[in-house]
């Protein structure tokens, strides 16, 4: 006669247990998704890959960060909760990269794609000499962060390995900035002598000496070669004689008028619309976002109207959809104002060009006309705003580190 009322209690202590369980599962969910919201909200630049399941008691995390102090605060809290976890989250970098955790580009420019593979999407590149950090490994293959935080994969070829030590070694050697639009390095000081490798404005390299009117440099892996002395600046008179400026941003900003477009591309070889904007601020000492949808969100917005009257030549366009009811703004192109309803770009049917905004002008762009969305300054928040010096990075000034 007791069969039964066992039955049922068991059954409904079975069914509380497993409620308590999922609603642990559910809140710790809720925890993470949290954390990702406000921690990571760009995967671009941040890792939160962490999923959730249940062994028994415990929820289980997996995945992978490379942010060790929210991963750290994301189980205080969970402790805090009484959650019964079990943390198999992999912290980056990775233990297998032993303590070569940093790296130095070591071509003119690298490829670097949103997967490991060359038959992947380029998702940017990274100029000769510049410092990135690495996550993670596989095969011949690097996940790295560039120093503007942006997070792909890049194949070996590119770079060197370096450990702390090293990397902190290079970003304080004496050094030389590569001022030409395109050339070479030579094995020997002539010209007419071997190639060691093409450069591109921009590229970095350490100094060794002059010699015959070209200066003997060495590169990352530790090759030397000869640059003619008219090509190159001293890096760090170069870095402190950057004036971001208007005049310097459109000139520059010119220099790249006919060059070819390039989806992910941010050197002279080729550039999209965003590594257009963002080489031409390098250039002139400003480290911007990688992408239009990151720029957007730095500088000082400025109000406009059909008129464009409060633009100044400098200001970034930005173009795409306006928010709606029922959509988010979506920011898909940004370009160069130069003034007077004209504006430089990196168009994907014409390279680097000039266009106008204006109806009636003999350059005017139906299509930019009606996707224009909003103007940001950012010669008005250098060093705030996301609007970055190099000056005042650690990458690339060495009284920063």
Not at 313 to 340: M, Q, W
Request: charged share 25%; with cysteine; net charge neutral.
């Amino acid at each position: 006669m007791f069969a039964r009322p066992i039955f049922f209690l068991l059954l409904i202590g079975t069914l509380t247990f497993s409620c308590n369980n999922n609603g642990a599962l559910k809140e710790a969910e809720s925890l993470v998704a949290d954390f990702k919201s406000n921690y990571a909200p760009d995967k671009r630049v941040a890792l939160w890959d962490i999923q959730l399941a249940k062994n028994g008691k415990k929820v289980v995390l997996n995945g992978q960060t490379n942010l060790l102090e929210a991963k750290e605060s994301l189980l205080k809290e969970l402790a805090e909760k009484s959650i019964d976890f079990e943390d198999k989250i992999t912290t980056l970098p990775s233990e297998i990269l032993g303590d070569k955790t940093y790296g130095i580009v070591n071509v003119s420019v690298c490829n670097i794609r949103s997967k490991n593979g060359h038959s992947q999407e380029l998702a940017t590149q990274s100029l000769l000499g510049t410092p990135i950090k690495i996550l993670d490994q596989k095969e011949n293959w690097f996940l790295v962060q560039t120093p503007d935080k942006y997070i792909a994969w890049l194949d070996h070829g590119g770079f060197v390995q370096a450990t702390e030590q090293t990397y902190k070694e290079w970003i304080s050697s004496p050094k030389v900035l590569y001022t030409k639009d395109f050339g070479f390095s030579y094995d020997a000081p002539n010209v007419e002598t071997q190639k060691i490798s093409d450069l591109v404005a921009g590229n970095i390299l350490q100094s060794i000496g002059i010699e015959k009117g070209f200066i003997q440099v060495r590169y990352p892996d530790g090759r030397t070669a000869f640059v003619p002395e008219k090509h190159l600046v001293n890096y760090d008179t170069w870095l402190a004689s950057r004036t971001p400026d208007a005049s310097n941003i459109l000139a520059t900003a010119q220099e790249f008028l006919g060059r070819p477009y390039l989806w992910g591309g941010t050197s002279g070889k080729g550039m999209d619309c965003s590594g257009f904007t963002k080489t031409v601020f390098y250039l002139n000492g400003v480290q911007l976002a990688r992408d239009a949808s990151q720029q957007v969100h730095t500088g000082n917005l400025i109000e406009t109207d059909e008129t464009l009257a409060n633009l100044v030549p400098g200001d970034l366009l930005f173009f795409g959809r306006k928010a709606t009811a029922d959509k988010k703004e979506r920011i898909t192109h940004v370009g160069i104002y130069k003034g007077k309803g004209e504006f430089i770009h990196a168009s994907g049917d014409a390279g680097v060009k000039i266009e106008s905004l204006m109806e009636g002008a003999p350059n005017f762009s139906k299509k930019r006309a009606e996707t224009f969305v909003k103007a940001k300054r950012m010669v008005s928040s250098l060093g705030q705003n996301g609007v970055d010096l190099l000056a005042e990075l650690p990458a690339y000034n060495p009284s920063e580190l």
